[in-house]
């Protein structure tokens, strides 16, 4: 059985750091972003400090949680 992505960037940032069980930090690391661009993706879409995560920066975390071991990920495109 698939299970499809959280469609909502701050959901899937934190659905991947869950499932890939890492940090802020170990994620920034792992996709060559900065803690800060974590932060800011992570902050409610209201506020000043929000930014949208780049569609290369939604991908290239789905296919990290896809290619985790045990892990049934559905690939179909989550951005809203």
């Known amino acids: 059985m698939k299970a499809d992505f959280p469609h909502k960037q701050q959901d899937f940032l ?23 661009s974590i932060d800011n993706w992570l902050q409610p879409s209201g ?10 920066a939604w991908r290239f975390i789905r296919e990290i949680v896809d290619q985790q071991p045990g ?6 495109d989550v951005q809203s």
């Not at 506020?47 to 290369?56: C, I």
């Not at 892990?71 to 179909?76: F, G, K, N, V």
């Open 14 to 36: 934190r659905y991947a750091m869950k499932m890939l069980t890492m940090t802020r930090k170990q994620l920034a690391n792992r996709i060559s972003a900065t803690e800060r």
């Open 47 to 56: 506020s000043k400090e929000f930014r949208p995560m780049p569609d290369m």
């Open 71 to 76: 892990q049934t990920i559905s690939t179909t």
